[in-house]
């Protein structure tokens, strides 16, 4: 198994490429199965989990052609072809290795009447449980079976109907299958406290791009008008606002200064104003933004939350910039119950974090000091990097796939602008 060795301690500057955001692929991917006309995705991520995706959409029939993009754009482009599909199953062994493939639920429903996904199961981050995504379309009524580890739904005869959806908790993944089968089921569907991320807005965009008729689009409240069919299209991914972020952190905690090409602003406020608050200098520039600091990080107090507020998914890479921030931070999940796996590796490296509950209490340390650490998954690994970028002498983060899975080319990037970090063999 690879690992990423860093000898940490070189400061960060220079133009830094975001690509094409793995949350919004994973949501745009399944749209292929919509239609029998052909989608084209452009400035795809080259990452493990969007390869799995196509793997998954191949099971199921679709015909995948990728190509390398095209002009500035680091990511590639990928044509899909759902003239007809040919299985209903997503089966254990592609969804027990990517969670995101209960996101196949809601467009086979509703392209052919019936669908059956693996359950996805717990995961590192704690019980991720799919009943949101289950009510939801039985809400547009589906019959949904639970049997053998398999989720079975069934539209009724003539297929599925609008309804009124009423999320009790705001959940990406369910928003998401939710208005998948919306826009193919006849007749009108009111969906209220919707997740309004930047991934769904692009999710929303891609489906009016294939015919859809989506109102309220940004909003907690989305009305679709059904359509009998959607038609191709070609649609290029937002770029990652999480991968931005987490690079912003690494030009915060080596006194560094990058440009972070392609990054929006709009998606990102509430990670750049903890950014600013921190004493980071964050600038909007045309195509991009300038993210520099020349000082320890200041303390902070933060809550993750859905959009607008900040990320769940940027929680362990701020805990590692403000492990060395000067001052007490206090941090709060409110999304995940176990999401603080990063603490004793971090601790390990020489932070001091105490976890009581949903809360962590950081109190910044001068300095941290390279060790071997590893994490159980995406944004945990992340946090070890940068510590391992800030830190003194050699840091090794092991299961490294947790990282293949969300950033595109790390190593190659980060050495680009400075850092000291490859990629090593295990064995
Ligand atoms: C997506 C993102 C993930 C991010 C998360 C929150 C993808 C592929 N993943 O995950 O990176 O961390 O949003 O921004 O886009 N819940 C239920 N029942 C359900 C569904 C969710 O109780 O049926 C709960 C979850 O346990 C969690 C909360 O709702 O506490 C939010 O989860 P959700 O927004 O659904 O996350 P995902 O879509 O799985």
């Not at 059904?226 to 070609?234: D, I, M, N, R, V």
């Amino acid at each position: 198994m690879d690992r990423i060795t860093i000898r940490g301690g070189n400061r960060l500057s220079g133009r830094l490429q975001i690509s094409g955001a793995k949350n919004a692929a994973l949501t745009l991917l399944p749209c292929a199965l919509l239609t029998e006309e052909k989608l084209t995705l452009t400035n795809l991520p080259r990452l493990a989990d969007v390869d799995g995706f196509g793997h998954l959409l191949n099971e199921l029939g679709v015909s995948t052609t990728v190509r390398r993009g095209q002009g500035d754009l680091i990511g590639r482009e990928m044509t899909m072809s759902a003239k007809a599909i040919a299985s209903t199953v997503a089966p254990y062994d592609i969804v027990r290795k990517m969670r995101a493939s209960i996101l196949v639920l809601g467009p086979l429903l509703a392209r052919s009447g019936e669908a059956t996904v693996s359950l996805p199961g717990g995961c590192a981050i704690g019980n991720r449980p799919i009943d949101l995504h289950l009510k939801a379309l039985e809400a547009l009524g589906a019959q949904i079976e639970l049997t053998a580890g398999y989720v079975r739904a069934t539209a009724p005869s003539g297929g599925l109907r609008g309804g009124r959806i009423n999320f009790p908790v705001v959940s990406v993944g369910a928003t998401e299958n939710a208005l998948m089968a919306a826009v193919l089921a006849q007749g009108e569907t009111v969906m209220e406290n919707v997740a309004r991320e930047p991934e769904i807005v692009d999710l929303s965009r891609c489906l009016v791009a294939m015919g859809a008729e989506i109102e309220g689009i940004g909003t907690d409240r989305l009305v679709v008008r059904g359509k009998t069919s959607l038609h191709g299209a070609e649609y290029e991914v937002m770029p990652d606002r999480i991968e931005a972020g987490s690079y912003a952190c690494a030009a915060a905690m080596t006194g560094g200064d990058l440009f972070l090409a392609g990054a929006r602003i709009e998606d990102m406020e509430a990670i750049l104003a903890g950014l600013r608050e921190a004493g980071v200098t964050v600038e909007s520039q045309t195509d991009g933004i300038r993210v520099a600091a020349d000082r320890r990080p200041s303390s902070l107090t933060l809550s993750t939350a859905p959009f607008p507020a900040f990320p769940t998914d940027m929680q362990a890479q701020f805990m590692a910039m403000l492990a060395l921030a000067e001052g007490t931070s206090v941090l709060t999940e409110t999304i995940f119950e176990n999401r603080y796996m990063h603490v004793p590796e971090l601790a390990r490296m020489g932070a001091d974090i105490q976890v009581h509950g949903r809360t962590a209490v950081v109190k910044g340390v001068e300095g941290l000091v390279g060790a071997d650490v590893m994490a159980t998954d995406l944004r945990a690994s992340m946090s070890l990097v940068l510590a391992g970028l800030a830190a003194e002498g050699e840091t090794r983060v092991h299961r490294v796939y947790h990282l293949d899975r969300g950033y595109e080319r790390l190593e190659e990037k980060l050495s680009a602008v400075g850092a000291d970090i490859e990629r090593e063999s295990d064995s």
